[in-house]
Each structure stands twice: as C-alpha cells, then as structure tokens.
C-alpha cells in the first residue's frame, strides 16, 4: 500500500483569487498500481519533499494570473498531491490531481521513447541522415536523426510565425489539421538558424520530423506507437493521443490562453486539434501518469542501458540547463540534477521530472500560459520537491549561494523562452 498526503486549497467561483484555506491530510491510498514502486521509505538519500513551499510555489502562480495550479510528488511510494485555484472558471470547480490535462512539449520525450526503442531494435542508426529515412525531405543531408532529437539540425521553428500574435495565431489554428508535412515545409520558407550539428536551438519542426520518422518507419499511426510502446505497458490509464479530436476525454482541467493585450480577458483554449504540433506537443495526460513515466523511463524500464546513456548526453543549454535526446536535465539550486521535459501548450505550462534513478518524481502544473510569470514561479517547484526545506540562513554569507543560483535563474529564465515560437519570447 502506498501512503498518499494530500495538500488541499481552492479559491472561489470565476476568477477570483481571495485567500485559501489548506489542510495536510494523511488518508489511506488504494493499492499502488503496477508502473509505481511501493516501498514507504522516501526517496534514497535525499531531504523529504518541501510542501509548505511547494503550496507557496502553487500560490504565488494564482497570484500572477494563473486560475489554477497543481502538483504530485511520488516518492518511492509516497505520493504527495497539492492543488489551488480552479480548473474551470465558468463552474468554479476545484482543480485536482486527478485532472487530465495537455502536456505541451513533455509529449516530445513521449516521442523520443518510440524513436529510440525502434534503435534499439536495429530499425534506424542516429547518426544516419534523416533524408536517409525520408528521402528529398530536409534541405542538408548532414541533419541526422541525433540532431533532431537533440535540437542542433538548425531547422527553423515554424510557431515563431504561427503564434507571433498570440491569440489571433492561436484561433487561426484551433481547428485546423495539418500533415506532419505541411508544418514542416513552414519550417522550410525559411532558411536554417545554423549549420547542423553546430549549436543548440530548440525548435518543434525537429520533432514533426520526429514523428514523420517514426510513422514511415513503423507503418502505423502515433496514437498506435504511443499506445502499443508507452501507454498500455506502463497502464498510464490518463494518458491519450487524439489527434484531431479536440476534446480531452474525462475529468480535466481547462486550459486558459493570456492574450498579449494587458487586463484582457483570459481566453479557454481547453477545445483544439493541436494539430500544429502533433508529435511535438499533443499528449494528453495526468500528473500521476508523468511521473510514472519519467520515473520508468530513468529507471530502465523503457529503453536499453546504452539507449538511455545517449538520451543522457548532454548539449548544454545555459548554466543550469542541459539537453539531451529528447530529454532535459535541470541543476537546481541545492546541486541536484533532475531530468524530465516541459511543456507548453494554449491553456497549459508543465514541469514534469524525476530523480536520476526514477525514484522522486513531480509534475506540476498551471492552467494558463503566454505569462511568463507563471512560468519561472512554476520552475521553483522543482527546488521544494527534489531540495527539501531551504537551510536556515546564519548570515548574509551563508545565503548568497542560494541568491546568487536564483539571480542566475532569473537571468536565464528572461532569455530562454521554449516550447511555442522560442525564437520571439512567446511563453
């Protein structure tokens, strides 16, 4: 049996983000399914989870505009669930765990996972060109398969010019369905940001190529790949790709799109093909269903040793950021290395990520996006999960560390905006 703390708060009917009232609770928890360790013992080695801070984290996205915030931690077979606001402005209904929602750009590790089991299957090489697969398709021979999943192709990220306005871009394409190559020949009008292979530069066309891939190579549909590789193995029961379908089936949380006009209203984004990026952000899931697939993924359930040792070779990002295949490692502000993906989708910013043994994991979630607030106040839920309570301070010496870490985040955080149309700071 697993042990589940619950960490509770709402706030009122529309938008409304008056006071909250939070409770710890320690109830019983139904049996852990298959894909979760059950040991008690948190994690190895490391602090217990910070949830005073974690609910601070979730406050402090309401108090910038977020309707709702959310978040799970499961630790070794400890699951700590914590929820503010609303996930749906009209009924005022509370926000819970056990929403789904759009998970944005974690879809892209969802994708790098069924390219690199067809590797370890002898069904392609990465280091082969991608033309190679799919022949006359990219413009440079030299692009392989390692730089699409590593983000160093140079391939130009067609949302910098779909969203560059953002709500207008984003109804121009609620409803829409595009071919995977369609998107990419957007990428094409323009040239490539650099040679390949030369730096990092994330954008969503190398993982449309991605998923291009994976359907020439394997003859089916990615609803098939997801399903048969990830989603029935692991029992992620929440998780689903419905493309075009635009609806998300069941209980969840809706999404709401901040316009770039200040004091607008905000927008409910919930309803879209996400047509527009398919493998590169159409996964619907859980927070429950994440963790138990970072934590399956780095704990070798998924992929071969020598598979998950290159998603793990890292090109760096910034100072605290690096990227692999598919795949993002985060230096947090107490030395701790957690690996994992975000997402950004219309309505939704997700972090999603797990110790490096897969035994600590946490996603959390806001339902809104273009606010960049939001999603910086977000990334500290990383620290209150993996780094525990923050040290007593003993002096001015003993706490620039920590401050000058957060300067540096901040800093990098203004430069550094992924996901959707990174390329003119949309969030």
Not at 131 to 156: E, F
């Amino acid at each position: 049996m697993e042990k589940n703390q619950m960490v509770s708060g709402m706030v009122g009917r529309g938008t409304a983000l008056g006071a909250v009232l939070l409770s710890l609770l320690a109830v019983p928890a139904q049996a852990a399914s298959a894909a979760e360790s059950t040991p008690t013992a948190a994690a190895e080695g490391m602090p217990a989870p910070d949830l005073e801070g974690l609910r601070e984290v979730l406050r402090s996205a309401l108090a910038k505009g977020a309707p709702g915030a959310m978040a799970r931690i499961d630790d070794n077979g400890t699951v700590y669930k914590a929820a503010e606001g609303i996930a749906d402005r009209v009924t005022g209904r509370p926000i819970s765990t056990q929403d789904r929602f759009r998970v944005g750009s974690v879809s892209k590790s969802f994708s790098s996972v069924v390219l690199l089991q067809l590797v370890d299957e002898g069904r392609l090489d990465l280091d082969t060109s991608v033309n190679t697969y799919l022949p006359g398709l990219l413009p440079d021979d030299r692009i392989s398969v390692r730089h699409l999943l590593s983000h160093r192709s140079g391939l130009y990220d067609y949302t910098n010019d779909m969203f560059a306005q953002t709500v207008p871009g984003f109804e121009s394409v609620r409803n829409r369905v595009f071919t995977l190559k369609e998107l990419v020949d957007l990428s094409l009008a323009k040239p490539l940001n650099n040679q390949p292979g030369a730096a990092y530069s994330y954008s969503n066309t190398n993982f449309v190529v991605v998923g291009m891939l994976i359907e020439k190579l394997t003859g089916h549909t990615l609803s098939t790949e997801y399903r048969d590789r990830i989603i029935k193995p692991l029992k992620l029961r929440d998780t689903f790709y419905v493309h075009p379908d635009t609806a998300l089936p069941g209980r969840h949380t809706k999404g709401y799109l901040t316009p770039d006009e200040a004091g607008a209203p905000l927008v409910d984004s919930t309803r879209q093909t996400v047509s527009w990026a398919q493998s590169a952000g159409a996964v619907i899931s859980s927070t429950k269903n994440l963790d138990t697939f970072f934590s399956a993924l780095l704990g070798g359930k998924l992929l071969s040793a020598d598979r998950l040792a290159q998603m793990q070779q890292w090109t760096p990002v910034n100072s605290t950021q690096g990227y692999g295949l598919g795949l993002r490692r985060r230096d947090l502000s107490c030395g701790v290395s957690v690996y994992g993906h975000t997402g950004t989708v219309q309505g939704y910013y997700t972090y999603s990520f797990t110790s490096k043994d897969g035994k600590r994991s946490i996603t959390a979630v806001a339902n809104t996006s273009n606010n960049g607030d939001v999603l910086g106040i977000m990334a500290k839920t990383l620290d209150a999960a993996f780094c525990g309570k923050p040290a007593p301070a003993t002096g001015a010496r003993s706490a620039a560390p920590s401050q000058q870490h957060e300067k540096q985040h901040e800093k990098e955080h203004e430069k550094q905006y992924e996901d959707i149309a990174p390329g003119i700071a949309r969030d």
